[in-house]
């Protein structure tokens, strides 16, 4: 992450350590794993359902939104668009196809999912990387 974005032609936001590109992934996937296991053992069908299609949201957004978008953009691979394209979007697709048959989601719901989905994005991904940046260490 952090040689790919030294690499870019225009700047698009602050520089990233790997260190703390790490630790922002690993506390998101955290996050992601504690809403399910608090859906499945705790929370009424309906608002686990919701809280995890808007996790699925997000990552849907942001296969758009900076995987793809930067790999046309700047003509050079982005880190992550490999994922993005072969898992995070065909399991998009089909997960709330499925959810929308079989009335878990309203298409209502499935569009306000989908326009909070880029601000969402946004306090997440600038939260986890301030978080990432309490063990990002100075190298020598």
Known sequence: MERWSKRLPLKIHPNVTTRQFTVAVTILSIIGFLITYLEINYLH???GYLLILGLQAILLFNAFIPHI??????????????????????FSFYLFHRALNEHILS??????????????TVIFAFTS?????LWDKPQP
Do not use: D, E
């Open 45 to 47: 069908p309906s608002t």
């Open 69 to 90: 978008a930067s790999t046309i953009g700047f003509r050079m691979y982005s880190p992550g668009v490999i994922t993005a394209v072969l898992l995070t979007l065909p």
């Open 107 to 120: 298409s209502n719901q499935f569009w306000i999912l989908l326009a909070i989905a880029p601000f969402a």
């Open 129 to 133: 990387l301030q978080f990432g940046k």
